[in-house]
């Protein structure tokens, strides 16, 4: 099984992985982070994550880490 963690207080809100994701389980939250911005989530209830990487691969600012079992 593979998760992902997103670290909020590096995410600029840009979206870029949210598009990326090939099973669309990252979106944007409605909250806003210490940076002013809507930081990306993750939600596992949305599919199965392959830890394929492509999300942490896209983020410019090295906010996602990938972890694989
Ligand atoms: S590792 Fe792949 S499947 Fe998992 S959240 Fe990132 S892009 Fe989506
Ligand atoms: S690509 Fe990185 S900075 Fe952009 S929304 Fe996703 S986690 Fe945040």
Do not use: H, Q, W
Not at 9 to 18: D, E, N, P, S
Not at 19 to 33: A, M, Q, R, V
Request: proline letters at 4%.
């Amino acid at each position: 099984m593979s998760t992902i963690e997103i670290d909020e207080l590096r995410c600029k809100g840009c979206g870029l992985c949210t598009i990326t994701c090939p099973k669309g389980l990252i979106e944007l939250s409605d909250k806003i982070n210490n940076l002013g911005y809507t930081p990306a989530k993750f939600d596992a209830s949305k599919g199965k994550c392959t830890g394929c990487a492509l999300c942490a691969e896209i983020c410019p600012d090295v906010a996602i880490k990938v972890f694989n079992e």
